[in-house]
């Protein structure tokens, strides 16, 4: 069964609305949860680490008041897009890591949340 | 800064041909690698991971080499099905957690 439920999987929504994203880590308690973006027929692009606790780490050129990170439990990671516009529609995905994630385990993915912005 | 690539972005098969699916990064100081399948719309499932330390890994049809000092792996589909066509992508963990993916190779696999 899934390790990583994310939630919604689909959101239409209209430009200028905020949305937020859960992801939960089922099987074990994540003090890391990643995001990741993807654009149609691209990779996975890694935006920020979600830290138990305290600040999540944004990569170079993700706006951090854009997407708004909160990790405050060691099973919940959410994502908010703040007042959103079309060029944010894309699929946003978590994943679990951190403690209890040993170096060889595999990494597990929600389903992904399919954003569109009209 | 880990880059990774992967050969070719698209391959199309007929049903019953075997397939070789290339990835390649630039820094070999990996913790393991792991290949995904990823079907349209949906997250990714992980197939086969290799530890730094190892050379393959194998799961049914699967099979999926490492060459850590050359930083590069392939992932061998054996006797393709329809039910194999999908986005393929690898990805290598390096400090941490973090997964650094290739773009991704897309296969169809016809009837």
């Known amino acids: 069964g899934a390790v990583v439920s994310q939630h919604p999987s689909w959101v239409i929504c209209k430009s200028g609305t905020s949305v937020k994203i859960e992801c939960r880590s089922l099987?074990?308690?994540?003090?890391?949860m990643f995001w990741y973006r993807q654009f149609p027929k691209q990779s996975l692009m890694l935006m920020a680490t979600?830290?138990?606790?305290?600040?999540?780490?944004?990569e170079q050129g993700v706006e951090k008041d854009k997407f708004l990170i909160n990790h405050a439990s060691l099973t919940l990671s959410t994502l908010t897009v703040t007042s959103a516009h079309p060029e944010d529609s894309s699929f946003y995905i978590c994943?679990?890591?951190?403690?209890?994630?040993?170096?060889?385990?595999?990494?597990?993915f929600g389903d992904g949340t399919r954003l569109s912005i009209l | 800064k880990q880059e990774v690539t992967q050969i070719p972005a698209a391959l199309s098969v007929p049903e019953g041909e075997n397939l070789v699916l290339n990835c390649s990064f630039t820094d070999s100081a990996i913790y393991n690698l792991q290949w995904f399948r990823q079907d349209p719309g949906k997250g990714l499932t992980s197939l086969l991971l290799?530890?730094?330390?190892?050379r393959e890994q194998t799961s049914g049809r699967l099979n999926a080499s490492l060459d850590k000092s050359s930083g590069r792996s392939t992932l061998y589909i054996a006797a393709s099905q329809p039910g194999d066509s999908a986005t393929y992508l690898c990805a290598v963990r390096t400090s941490g957690s973090r997964l650094t993916f290739g773009e991704g190779t897309q296969l169809t696999v016809n009837p």
């Open positions: 979600s830290n138990e606790g305290s600040k999540a780490t944004y």
């Open positions: 290799i530890q730094s330390s190892q």
């Open positions: 099987d074990f308690q994540a003090t890391t």
């Open positions: 994943s679990q890591g951190g403690q209890g994630l040993g170096d060889n385990q595999p990494q597990h």
